[in-house]
């Protein structure tokens, strides 16, 4: 069979007397000219069952396939010899990158998802030049809290996946980040780790304080005072958690339920129930202040 050959695709052969040699337990071929013509002949049969295969958009074998797209676009050029030797029209560099474009889809909000194609357009339009990675399985609250940010502001954001094509050989697993990188580079885009992000660019997502209720501001300075922390607030989307700890700085989600209920009742509330509240919020211990 071709290097690297879809472990799904098979099917019977009939060879003619004598046209195909096999060794002794006439289960091996021998390697020849004929076989190396044969396997080329077989070959051409993998890019027209692709193309069918996502044409048809049964999202089972559309997965499939863009695992084995996947591995092929990080493998096609160092091992192109292979890949020359036993194909007769491989796919190109190029080939594979429009079609992952094409059919890669990803969630850039909850809910909502588009190809990869239209995100990265959608990027240049917009004038985005970086696309941001959690090369990671799981995410702290502080890049939860980043994550829901960038998106909220039209920013692409890639978490961590891995393809696992089945080959004659066993798995071959394609990190998505792989596959990124690749692309990245010839869409002349950046990647950078969402971990990456300084406290200043943190910052810069944070609303003015000046422009709350003078009894919250008053109930914050108390507690960043008698605790030794900064609180910020940042708008990020309503299902993100309530707050998000880095270092010895707060960022309060302001869009968050609980926060916004807060923010409702605060002319009803005594400035020693929003003291409760808001260190409810923020997960910290109460503490006895003198506010006036």
Do not use: W
Request: with cysteine.
């Amino acid at each position: 069979m071709p290097y690297k050959f879809p472990f799904f695709i098979g099917g019977e052969v009939n060879f003619y007397p004598r046209s195909i040699d096999f060794d002794l337990s006439r289960t091996n071929i021998i390697e020849s000219q004929k076989s190396r013509d044969f396997r080329k002949d077989i070959s051409i049969s993998l890019k027209h069952l692709f193309r069918q295969a996502l044409d048809d958009n049964n999202k089972t074998m559309v997965d499939m396939v863009k695992g084995y797209l996947a591995f092929y676009l990080v493998n096609v050029e160092t091992n192109a010899a292979n890949f020359q030797d036993s194909y007769q029209d491989f796919y190109t560099k190029k080939e594979l990158i429009s079609l992952l474009m094409e059919h890669l889809d990803f969630e850039i909000l909850p809910g909502y998802h588009r190809k990869l194609g239209v995100i990265l357009q959608n990027l240049k339009n917009n004038g985005i030049n970086k696309i941001y990675i959690i090369p990671r399985q799981t995410m702290s609250d502080i890049e939860s809290i980043i994550v829901s940010y960038l998106r909220a502001r039209g920013n692409f954001v890639v978490t961590q996946q891995q393809f696992s094509p089945l080959f004659r050989d066993g798995q071959q697993p394609v990190q998505i980040l792989q596959v990124m990188h690749i692309i990245a580079q010839t869409s002349g885009l950046q990647l950078k780790d969402v971990a990456s992000v300084t406290e200043m660019e943190l910052n810069s997502m944070c609303l003015n304080k000046n422009s709350l209720d003078q009894k919250l501001i008053a109930v914050i300075s108390a507690i960043q005072i008698e605790h030794n922390v900064v609180v910020e607030f940042a708008e990020l989307n309503s299902t993100s958690k309530s707050y998000a700890q880095l270092r010895n700085t707060y960022y309060v989600n302001y869009k968050n339920e609980t926060f916004q209920s807060l923010l409702e009742n605060l002319d009803k509330m005594s400035v020693a129930t929003i003291q409760i509240y808001l260190a409810g919020i923020l997960g910290i211990k109460l503490k006895t202040f003198d506010i006036t």
